[in-house]
C-alpha cells in the first residue's frame, strides 16, 4: 500500500484523517505544528501524540517518502541533494546560502519533456510529474537542514531544479500557498518564483491561479532562429506569441516578469544578441537575469568575462534592471539535472 503523504495535507483532512483513527481533532493541529513548526517528519519523535495514533501514522501516512541517494557541498556552501521516490526515480534539490539568503531551487518533474539543448535533464526525457508531498518535502528537508546549520530558515525558493513548472500547475501553484502560508514555511509570496520555459498557454492560466507569486521566462535567445536551436518549444510558440503573453501576464497579475537569458560564447553572448536582447526588454516591466552557462556541458563553452562585460554593457543602456547570477557550485555539478543523471548511470 502506498501511504499518503500528509505534507501537503489541509487541517480539515488531516482532521478527517485522526477521526479515521477514532482520535479527536485538536491532534490534526498537533500534527501540522510538530511538521510546520518543528519540522519534525518522523512520528515517532511527536511525543505529544498518543502511541495507538503514531502506529496508525506509520502504517498508513508518511510525511518523509524520498530518501538521500547522494549529497555534495561546494566550497561556496551550495549544496546539492538527490533524492530517490518511493517508485525508484532521481530528481535533484539545490540550496545557495548567500550573507543574507537560503534560497532552495526546487524540482517539480523527474526528467523533463521540453529537451532543452543546454540542459542535462533534458536527457532523462519525463518521466512523471513530482507529487504535491514530494515538492513540499524538498523544501521540508532542506529547511531542517538549514535550521540544523545556523539556526536560520529558507528565505527564498525558485521553481527552476528539474521540470517544467507551468506541467505540474496545481501541484505548483499549490505547493507555493502552503510554502508561503505563516502556518507553512512562512516564505514571503515575493521571495518564490517559477520559472518557465515557456509554455504560452499556462502562462495566463498561472497569473489568474497564483498572481501574486513571481514568474520568470527562460528567454535564452534574442531571436527566434536563436531559440529555437536551444529551446525546442519555441517552434511551437515563437517569441512574438511568448512576449505577447507575457505583456498580457503583466497587465493581468501587476508584477515585473523575469527574462532569464544564458549566456553561451559564440551564440546567446554576442553584441548584436545583446542589442535585441535591449530591444526586448525596453519598455518592458520586466528584469533581465543573465546567468552564464555553467560547465558540464560538451558542446557548448561559457563566454569570457570581456564578452559578459561588453553584453552587459550593451543591456546597461536600456530602461530595465539587468542582474547577472554568479556561478554558484561549480565544483559540484549545480546545474540542473546534472547529479541526478550521474546518479542514474551508477544505480
Ligand atoms: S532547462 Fe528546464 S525546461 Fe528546459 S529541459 Fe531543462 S528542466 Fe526542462
Redesign the pocket.
Known sequence: MTKSHILGASLQELEALVASFGQPAFRAKQIHNWMFQNLESDFAKMTNLPKALVESLQASATCSALKVKANQVSTDGTTKWVFETHDGHFFETVLIPTDDRRSICVSS?IG?????T?????TMGFIRNLTLGEILEQVHYVSRHVRALDGGRVSNAIF?????PLLNLDNVATACEIMNSQEGFGIAKDKITV?T?GVVPKILEWGARAPDFKLAI?LNGSNDEMRSSL?PINRRYNIDTLLKTADEYIRLSGQKLTFEYILIKDKTCTPESARELKRIASHRHCKINLIPLNRGNPDMEAPSDDEIAEFERILAQGDFQVLRRRPRGPDIYAA??QLATEQKKVA
Open positions: 518533474q523533463c519533456a521540453m529537451g532543452c543546454f540542459c542535462r535533464t533534458a527552476m531544479g528539474m521540470g517544467e520559472s520555459s527562460s529551446m540542473c539535472g
